[in-house]
Protein backbone atom coordinates (compact mmCIF):
# COMPACT_ATOMS: atom_id res chain seq x y z
CA UNK A 1 0.00 0.00 0.00
CA UNK A 2 0.98 3.07 -0.80
CA UNK A 3 1.94 5.52 1.71
CA UNK A 4 0.09 8.76 2.24
CA UNK A 5 1.07 12.14 1.48
CA UNK A 6 1.40 14.34 4.12
CA UNK A 7 0.40 18.11 4.48
CA UNK A 8 1.29 20.55 7.06
CA UNK A 9 -1.45 23.90 6.68
CA UNK A 10 -0.02 27.37 6.93
CA UNK A 11 -3.38 29.40 6.96
CA UNK A 12 -6.59 28.00 7.55
CA UNK A 13 -8.64 29.97 6.64
CA UNK A 14 -10.79 29.26 3.25
CA UNK A 15 -8.33 28.31 1.47
CA UNK A 16 -6.30 26.46 3.89
CA UNK A 17 -9.18 24.18 4.54
CA UNK A 18 -10.06 23.66 1.50
CA UNK A 19 -6.67 21.99 0.09
CA UNK A 20 -6.67 20.40 3.37
CA UNK A 21 -9.91 18.81 2.45
CA UNK A 22 -9.11 18.04 -1.18
CA UNK A 23 -6.01 16.14 -0.12
CA UNK A 24 -7.95 14.13 2.74
CA UNK A 25 -10.78 12.99 -0.15
CA UNK A 26 -9.00 11.14 -2.15
CA UNK A 27 -7.09 8.86 0.73
CA UNK A 28 -3.96 9.71 -0.92
CA UNK A 29 -2.93 12.33 1.04
CA UNK A 30 -3.78 13.10 4.72
CA UNK A 31 -3.02 16.39 6.82
CA UNK A 32 -0.60 15.91 9.79
CA UNK A 33 -0.55 19.63 11.10
CA UNK A 34 -1.08 23.17 10.47
CA UNK A 35 0.10 26.41 11.99
CA UNK A 36 -2.59 29.50 12.41
CA UNK A 37 -2.77 32.34 14.49
CA UNK A 38 -6.75 32.66 15.05
CA UNK A 39 -7.77 29.71 17.90
CA UNK A 40 -10.95 29.03 16.17
CA UNK A 41 -9.72 28.96 12.71
CA UNK A 42 -6.55 26.64 14.07
CA UNK A 43 -8.70 24.01 16.26
CA UNK A 44 -10.97 24.07 13.34
CA UNK A 45 -8.96 22.52 10.85
CA UNK A 46 -7.54 20.49 13.62
CA UNK A 47 -10.49 18.34 14.58
CA UNK A 48 -11.60 18.35 11.21
CA UNK A 49 -8.21 16.09 10.54
CA UNK A 50 -7.42 14.67 13.82
CA UNK A 51 -4.32 16.38 13.51
CA UNK A 52 -2.67 15.83 17.45
CA UNK A 53 -1.54 18.35 19.66
CA UNK A 54 2.04 18.56 19.15
CA UNK A 55 1.07 19.39 15.75
CA UNK A 56 -0.78 22.18 16.22
CA UNK A 57 0.76 25.58 16.11
CA UNK A 58 0.12 29.09 16.46
CA UNK A 59 2.97 30.30 14.40
CA UNK A 60 4.48 28.46 10.77
CA UNK A 61 7.42 29.24 12.59
CA UNK A 62 7.71 26.47 15.05
CA UNK A 63 7.71 24.06 12.08
CA UNK A 64 11.33 25.12 11.60
CA UNK A 65 12.07 24.21 15.16
CA UNK A 66 11.34 21.11 14.74
CA UNK A 67 11.93 17.91 11.93
CA UNK A 68 10.42 18.25 8.74
CA UNK A 69 6.73 16.80 9.71
CA UNK A 70 4.77 16.59 6.73
CA UNK A 71 5.41 16.19 2.60
CA UNK A 72 3.62 19.37 1.47
CA UNK A 73 3.62 22.52 3.16
CA UNK A 74 0.05 24.51 2.02
CA UNK A 75 0.89 28.36 2.20
CA UNK A 76 -2.72 29.41 2.22
CA UNK A 77 -1.60 33.11 4.64
CA UNK A 78 -2.84 36.49 3.22
CA UNK A 79 -1.27 37.42 0.29
CA UNK A 80 1.10 39.55 1.62
CA UNK A 81 2.78 36.56 3.95
CA UNK A 82 4.01 34.10 1.32
CA UNK A 83 6.87 35.33 1.17
CA UNK A 84 8.66 33.94 4.23
CA UNK A 85 6.79 30.86 5.29
CA UNK A 86 7.40 30.05 1.44
CA UNK A 87 11.06 30.38 1.31
CA UNK A 88 11.74 29.28 4.96
CA UNK A 89 9.62 25.50 4.45
CA UNK A 90 11.06 25.18 1.06
CA UNK A 91 14.98 25.38 2.36
CA UNK A 92 13.21 22.90 5.05
CA UNK A 93 12.61 20.37 2.52
CA UNK A 94 8.56 21.02 2.17
CA UNK A 95 7.16 20.98 -1.59
CA UNK A 96 5.14 23.85 -1.36
CA UNK A 97 1.65 24.42 -2.53
CA UNK A 98 1.22 27.90 -2.91
CA UNK A 99 -2.19 29.85 -2.80
CA UNK A 100 -2.34 32.62 -5.43
CA UNK A 101 -0.95 35.38 -5.99
CA UNK A 102 2.56 33.70 -5.09
CA UNK A 103 3.01 37.33 -3.52
CA UNK A 104 2.73 40.28 -3.66
CA UNK A 105 5.98 42.02 -5.03
CA UNK A 106 8.11 40.72 -8.20
CA UNK A 107 11.04 40.27 -5.79
CA UNK A 108 9.31 38.24 -3.33
CA UNK A 109 8.25 36.03 -6.02
CA UNK A 110 11.49 35.65 -7.49
CA UNK A 111 12.67 34.66 -3.80
CA UNK A 112 10.31 32.14 -3.82
CA UNK A 113 11.04 30.70 -6.82
CA UNK A 114 14.39 30.99 -6.23
CA UNK A 115 14.11 28.46 -2.98
CA UNK A 116 12.08 26.51 -4.54
CA UNK A 117 14.80 25.82 -6.97
CA UNK A 118 17.52 25.58 -5.07
CA UNK A 119 16.00 23.27 -2.53
CA UNK A 120 14.74 20.93 -4.54
CA UNK A 121 11.47 21.23 -4.29
CA UNK A 122 8.25 20.97 -5.96
CA UNK A 123 6.26 24.68 -6.04
CA UNK A 124 2.65 24.90 -7.19
CA UNK A 125 0.61 28.37 -7.32
CA UNK A 126 -2.68 27.48 -6.95
CA UNK A 127 -3.98 28.45 -10.46
CA UNK A 128 -6.96 26.37 -10.68
CA UNK A 129 -8.63 27.34 -13.67
CA UNK A 130 -6.20 25.08 -15.65
CA UNK A 131 -7.71 22.12 -13.35
CA UNK A 132 -11.00 22.15 -14.07
CA UNK A 133 -12.06 19.45 -15.96
CA UNK A 134 -13.82 21.91 -18.39
CA UNK A 135 -10.62 23.74 -18.76
CA UNK A 136 -8.94 20.47 -19.51
CA UNK A 137 -11.48 19.35 -21.75
CA UNK A 138 -11.36 22.81 -23.51
CA UNK A 139 -7.82 22.89 -24.21
CA UNK A 140 -7.58 19.32 -25.79
CA UNK A 141 -9.66 20.57 -28.01
CA UNK A 142 -8.32 23.73 -29.33
CA UNK A 143 -4.52 21.16 -28.58
CA UNK A 144 -6.30 18.67 -31.38
CA UNK A 145 -7.38 21.88 -34.09
CA UNK A 146 -10.36 21.18 -33.77
CA UNK A 147 -10.85 25.29 -34.52
CA UNK A 148 -7.95 25.39 -36.13
CA UNK A 149 -5.13 28.10 -35.20
CA UNK A 150 -6.62 30.67 -32.52
CA UNK A 151 -6.66 33.97 -34.19
CA UNK A 152 -8.19 35.77 -31.00
CA UNK A 153 -10.32 35.42 -27.74
CA UNK A 154 -13.06 37.12 -25.65
CA UNK A 155 -12.55 36.32 -21.91
CA UNK A 156 -15.21 37.45 -19.02
CA UNK A 157 -14.50 37.28 -15.21
CA UNK A 158 -18.08 37.64 -13.97
CA UNK A 159 -16.83 38.57 -10.41
CA UNK A 160 -20.72 39.04 -8.83
CA UNK A 161 -21.56 42.34 -7.17
CA UNK A 162 -21.98 40.62 -3.79
CA UNK A 163 -18.52 39.25 -4.22
CA UNK A 164 -17.24 42.62 -4.90
CA UNK A 165 -18.71 44.42 -1.84
CA UNK A 166 -17.66 41.53 0.52
CA UNK A 167 -14.15 40.71 -0.71
CA UNK A 168 -12.99 44.32 -2.75
CA UNK A 169 -15.09 46.93 -1.06
CA UNK A 170 -15.57 45.71 2.99
CA UNK A 171 -13.01 42.80 3.07
CA UNK A 172 -9.53 41.76 3.31
CA UNK A 173 -8.46 42.74 -0.51
CA UNK A 174 -10.19 46.03 -0.15
CA UNK A 175 -6.69 47.98 -0.40
CA UNK A 176 -3.45 47.96 -2.13
CA UNK A 177 -1.40 48.79 0.43
CA UNK A 178 -2.76 46.07 2.96
CA UNK A 179 -3.35 43.25 0.09
CA UNK A 180 -2.19 44.10 -3.57
CA UNK A 181 -4.14 45.41 -6.70
CA UNK A 182 -7.38 44.03 -7.77
CA UNK A 183 -5.94 42.13 -11.33
CA UNK A 184 -3.04 40.61 -9.31
CA UNK A 185 -6.01 39.83 -6.59
CA UNK A 186 -8.31 38.21 -8.17
CA UNK A 187 -7.55 37.94 -12.22
CA UNK A 188 -3.99 36.45 -12.17
CA UNK A 189 -5.75 33.29 -12.45
CA UNK A 190 -7.14 34.69 -16.01
CA UNK A 191 -4.27 35.93 -17.13
CA UNK A 192 -2.28 32.69 -16.45
CA UNK A 193 -5.38 30.81 -18.12
CA UNK A 194 -5.37 32.62 -21.26
CA UNK A 195 -1.74 32.27 -21.64
CA UNK A 196 -1.96 28.68 -21.02
CA UNK A 197 -5.06 28.03 -23.59
CA UNK A 198 -3.33 30.51 -26.30
CA UNK A 199 0.02 28.60 -25.61
CA UNK A 200 2.21 31.54 -26.58
CA UNK A 201 4.05 34.36 -24.89
CA UNK A 202 2.64 37.72 -24.27
CA UNK A 203 4.21 40.57 -26.38
CA UNK A 204 2.27 43.66 -25.97
CA UNK A 205 -0.78 44.92 -23.14
CA UNK A 206 -2.76 47.74 -22.59
CA UNK A 207 -5.43 48.34 -20.09
CA UNK A 208 -8.36 50.53 -18.90
CA UNK A 209 -10.33 50.34 -16.05
CA UNK A 210 -11.05 52.16 -12.35
CA UNK A 211 -13.56 52.24 -9.43
CA UNK A 212 -16.27 53.62 -10.99
CA UNK A 213 -18.90 52.98 -7.78
CA UNK A 214 -17.77 52.08 -4.52
CA UNK A 215 -16.62 56.01 -3.61
CA UNK A 216 -18.35 58.19 -1.63
CA UNK A 217 -19.31 60.88 -4.09
CA UNK A 218 -21.77 58.05 -5.76
CA UNK A 219 -23.11 57.65 -2.05
CA UNK A 220 -26.86 57.39 -2.36
CA UNK A 221 -28.95 60.78 -0.15
CA UNK A 222 -29.76 59.32 3.15
CA UNK A 223 -27.41 56.39 3.54
CA UNK A 224 -25.62 55.99 6.66
CA UNK A 225 -22.44 54.56 7.07
CA UNK A 226 -23.92 51.29 8.46
CA UNK A 227 -26.28 49.02 6.48
CA UNK A 228 -28.51 48.77 10.00
CA UNK A 229 -28.73 52.03 10.71
CA UNK A 230 -29.52 52.96 6.72
CA UNK A 231 -32.63 54.45 5.88
CA UNK A 232 -31.97 53.34 1.98
CA UNK A 233 -30.69 49.88 2.85
CA UNK A 234 -33.47 48.33 1.59
CA UNK A 235 -33.19 49.48 -1.75
CA UNK A 236 -29.32 49.02 -1.96
CA UNK A 237 -27.78 46.01 -4.28
CA UNK A 238 -25.34 45.82 -1.68
CA UNK A 239 -27.23 45.94 1.18
CA UNK A 240 -25.16 43.53 4.02
CA UNK A 241 -27.90 42.18 5.72
CA UNK A 242 -29.46 40.93 2.80
CA UNK A 243 -26.07 39.43 1.49
CA UNK A 244 -25.25 37.56 4.36
CA UNK A 245 -28.68 36.93 6.88
CA UNK A 246 -29.97 34.68 4.53
CA UNK A 247 -26.73 32.16 5.10
CA UNK A 248 -27.78 31.62 8.71
CA UNK A 249 -29.70 28.89 7.34
CA UNK A 250 -27.22 27.16 5.50
CA UNK A 251 -24.92 26.02 7.97
CA UNK A 252 -22.64 23.89 5.63
CA UNK A 253 -21.57 26.62 3.59
CA UNK A 254 -18.23 28.02 4.68
CA UNK A 255 -18.00 30.88 3.04
CA UNK A 256 -18.79 34.05 3.25
CA UNK A 257 -20.12 34.09 6.77
CA UNK A 258 -16.61 32.41 7.80
CA UNK A 259 -14.76 36.05 7.31
CA UNK A 260 -17.10 37.55 9.24
CA UNK A 261 -17.79 36.06 12.50
CA UNK A 262 -17.53 32.79 14.32
CA UNK A 263 -21.10 32.90 15.54
CA UNK A 264 -23.48 31.79 12.79
CA UNK A 265 -26.66 32.60 14.43
CA UNK A 266 -28.96 35.51 13.54
CA UNK A 267 -27.53 37.40 16.24
CA UNK A 268 -24.27 36.68 15.97
CA UNK A 269 -24.19 37.77 12.18
CA UNK A 270 -26.41 41.22 13.30
CA UNK A 271 -23.68 41.74 15.90
CA UNK A 272 -21.25 41.16 13.03
CA UNK A 273 -22.71 43.64 11.17
CA UNK A 274 -23.43 45.94 13.50
CA UNK A 275 -19.94 46.19 14.89
CA UNK A 276 -17.26 44.81 12.30
CA UNK A 277 -16.04 46.01 8.65
CA UNK A 278 -18.46 43.61 6.82
CA UNK A 279 -21.66 45.97 8.26
CA UNK A 280 -20.07 49.22 6.72
CA UNK A 281 -21.67 51.39 3.84
CA UNK A 282 -19.55 50.15 0.69
CA UNK A 283 -19.78 53.98 -0.07
CA UNK A 284 -18.11 54.97 3.39
CA UNK A 285 -14.99 52.20 3.33
CA UNK A 286 -11.59 53.12 2.82
CA UNK A 287 -11.04 50.25 -0.18
CA UNK A 288 -9.22 51.89 -3.27
CA UNK A 289 -9.13 48.45 -5.52
CA UNK A 290 -10.69 48.92 -8.91
CA UNK A 291 -14.06 47.44 -9.36
CA UNK A 292 -14.02 47.15 -13.52
CA UNK A 293 -10.69 46.75 -15.83
CA UNK A 294 -10.39 45.34 -19.36
CA UNK A 295 -6.72 44.11 -20.75
CA UNK A 296 -5.95 43.87 -23.77
CA UNK A 297 -3.18 41.45 -24.90
CA UNK A 298 -1.22 40.34 -28.45
CA UNK A 299 0.67 37.56 -28.18
CA UNK A 300 3.39 36.27 -30.40
CA UNK A 301 2.24 35.35 -34.52
CA UNK A 302 -0.47 37.82 -33.84
CA UNK A 303 -2.59 36.62 -31.79
CA UNK A 304 -4.78 39.17 -29.43
CA UNK A 305 -6.93 38.52 -26.31
CA UNK A 306 -9.11 40.84 -24.44
CA UNK A 307 -10.00 39.97 -21.10
CA UNK A 308 -12.92 42.08 -18.99
CA UNK A 309 -13.21 41.72 -14.84
CA UNK A 310 -16.14 43.60 -13.49
CA UNK A 311 -17.76 43.48 -10.50
CA UNK A 312 -21.17 44.54 -12.11
CA UNK A 313 -22.33 40.86 -13.26
CA UNK A 314 -23.66 37.94 -10.89
CA UNK A 315 -21.42 35.66 -9.47
CA UNK A 316 -20.49 32.86 -12.02
CA UNK A 317 -18.20 31.10 -14.18
CA UNK A 318 -15.82 32.73 -16.40
CA UNK A 319 -16.81 33.11 -20.43
CA UNK A 320 -14.58 32.26 -22.97
CA UNK A 321 -15.41 33.10 -26.56
CA UNK A 322 -12.57 31.44 -28.81
CA UNK A 323 -12.21 32.57 -32.67
CA UNK A 324 -9.91 30.41 -34.55
CA UNK A 325 -9.95 29.95 -38.44
CA UNK A 326 -11.72 26.57 -39.12
CA UNK A 327 -14.15 27.27 -35.82
CA UNK A 328 -15.21 29.10 -32.70
CA UNK A 329 -15.70 27.62 -29.36
CA UNK A 330 -17.73 29.08 -26.75
CA UNK A 331 -17.67 28.20 -23.07
CA UNK A 332 -19.29 28.85 -19.99
CA UNK A 333 -17.70 26.59 -17.03
CA UNK A 334 -20.20 24.01 -17.28
CA UNK A 335 -20.96 23.76 -21.67
CA UNK A 336 -18.53 24.07 -24.57
CA UNK A 337 -20.03 24.67 -27.86
CA UNK A 338 -17.88 23.94 -31.00
CA UNK A 339 -18.86 25.69 -34.02
CA UNK A 340 -17.17 24.09 -37.42
CA UNK A 341 -16.79 26.40 -40.41
CA UNK A 342 -16.04 23.81 -42.81
CA UNK A 343 -19.19 21.32 -42.06
CA UNK A 344 -21.75 24.25 -40.84
CA UNK A 345 -22.49 21.69 -37.41
CA UNK A 346 -22.35 22.88 -34.26
CA UNK A 347 -21.72 20.14 -30.88
CA UNK A 348 -22.41 21.15 -27.52
CA UNK A 349 -20.34 19.16 -24.59
CA UNK A 350 -21.62 19.06 -21.49
CA UNK A 351 -18.76 19.18 -18.58
CA UNK A 352 -19.62 17.88 -15.00
CA UNK A 353 -17.92 21.00 -13.29
CA UNK A 354 -17.45 19.49 -10.52
CA UNK A 355 -18.69 21.95 -7.98
CA UNK A 356 -19.61 25.43 -8.69
CA UNK A 357 -17.92 28.72 -9.56
CA UNK A 358 -17.14 30.10 -5.94
CA UNK A 359 -14.25 29.12 -3.94
CA UNK A 360 -16.94 27.89 -1.11
CA UNK A 361 -18.10 25.41 -3.99
CA UNK A 362 -14.69 24.03 -5.31
CA UNK A 363 -14.50 26.81 -8.68
CA UNK A 364 -15.92 24.04 -10.41
CA UNK A 365 -13.52 21.05 -9.92
CA UNK A 366 -10.15 23.16 -9.94
CA UNK A 367 -9.45 22.74 -6.12
CA UNK A 368 -9.76 19.16 -6.00
CA UNK A 369 -8.11 18.53 -9.76
CA UNK A 370 -5.21 20.92 -8.41
CA UNK A 371 -4.83 18.83 -4.86
CA UNK A 372 -5.14 15.51 -6.84
CA UNK A 373 -2.01 16.59 -9.26
CA UNK A 374 -0.07 18.19 -6.77
CA UNK A 375 0.20 14.95 -4.95
CA UNK A 376 0.52 12.80 -7.44
CA UNK A 377 3.60 14.99 -8.30
CA UNK A 378 4.87 14.37 -4.57
CA UNK A 379 4.10 10.54 -4.61
CA UNK A 380 5.65 9.72 -7.55
CA UNK A 381 8.39 12.45 -8.18
CA UNK A 382 6.83 13.07 -11.21
CA UNK A 383 6.64 17.27 -11.78
CA UNK A 384 4.58 16.53 -15.30
CA UNK A 385 1.60 16.20 -12.98
CA UNK A 386 1.85 19.91 -12.21
CA UNK A 387 0.24 22.02 -14.93
CA UNK A 388 2.47 25.35 -14.67
CA UNK A 389 5.94 25.47 -13.27
CA UNK A 390 7.46 28.36 -10.26
CA UNK A 391 8.78 29.95 -13.15
CA UNK A 392 5.92 29.77 -15.53
CA UNK A 393 3.82 31.08 -12.74
CA UNK A 394 6.32 34.01 -11.89
CA UNK A 395 5.65 34.95 -15.91
CA UNK A 396 2.45 35.37 -15.99
CA UNK A 397 2.63 37.37 -12.70
CA UNK A 398 4.80 39.25 -14.34
CA UNK A 399 2.58 39.78 -17.24
CA UNK A 400 -0.53 40.88 -14.55
CA UNK A 401 2.13 43.77 -13.40
CA UNK A 402 2.91 44.74 -16.49
CA UNK A 403 -1.03 44.87 -17.44
CA UNK A 404 -1.76 47.07 -14.11
CA UNK A 405 1.50 49.25 -15.36
CA UNK A 406 -0.30 50.04 -18.83
CA UNK A 407 -3.18 50.71 -16.98
CA UNK A 408 -1.72 53.27 -14.99
CA UNK A 409 0.12 54.95 -17.41
CA UNK A 410 -1.95 54.96 -20.40
CA UNK A 411 0.42 53.26 -22.84
CA UNK A 412 0.80 50.02 -24.83
CA UNK A 413 3.49 47.85 -23.05
CA UNK A 414 6.08 46.03 -24.79
CA UNK A 415 6.66 43.40 -22.63
CA UNK A 416 10.08 43.13 -24.21
CA UNK A 417 11.28 46.64 -23.25
CA UNK A 418 10.00 46.45 -19.84
CA UNK A 419 12.00 45.30 -17.05
CA UNK A 420 9.41 45.19 -14.25
CA UNK A 421 8.22 48.11 -11.68
CA UNK A 422 5.95 46.90 -9.09
CA UNK A 423 7.05 49.27 -6.82
CA UNK A 424 6.22 52.32 -8.87
CA UNK A 425 2.45 50.51 -9.74
CA UNK A 426 1.68 50.15 -5.77
CA UNK A 427 2.81 53.57 -5.43
CA UNK A 428 0.80 55.26 -8.35
CA UNK A 429 -2.86 57.19 -7.45
CA UNK A 430 -5.33 55.21 -7.78
CA UNK A 431 -7.38 56.66 -11.34
CA UNK A 432 -11.46 56.98 -11.25
CA UNK A 433 -13.40 55.92 -14.65
CA UNK A 434 -14.13 59.83 -14.80
CA UNK A 435 -10.68 60.89 -14.85
CA UNK A 436 -9.82 59.08 -17.77
Known amino acids: MTTPVTFAVVGAGVRGQTYAACAAATGKASVVAVAEPRP ?11 IPDDAVFDDWRALLDRPRLADVAVIAT ?3 DHVEPAVALARKGYHLLLEKPMATSEADCERIVAAAEEAGVFLA ?15 SLVDAGRIGDIVSIEHL ?64 EGAADRCLDCAVESTCPYSAPRIYLPLVSEPDRLWPLSAITEDRSEEGVLTALREGPY ?5 ACDNDVVDHQVVNLEYSGGVTASFTMTAFTPLDFRKTRI ?39 GHGGGDQGLVDAFVEAVATGDAGHILSSGRESLATHRLVWAAEHARRSGTVLELSDWSGSPAGSSASPVIHSEEK
Not at 40 to 50: E, G, I, Q
Not at 125 to 139: G, T
Not at 279 to 283: E, F, Q, T
Open 157 to 220: EPVGWWHQAHSYVRGNWRREDTSTFMLMAKSCHDLDWLTHVIGRPAERVSSFGGLYEFRPERRP
Open 323 to 361: FGTRGQIEGDGRSITVHDFVDGSTEVIEVDAGGGATADD
Open 125 to 139: VCHVLRYMPYSRRLK
Open 40 to 50: HARTTLATAHD
Open 78 to 80: QDA
Open 279 to 283: GRCVY
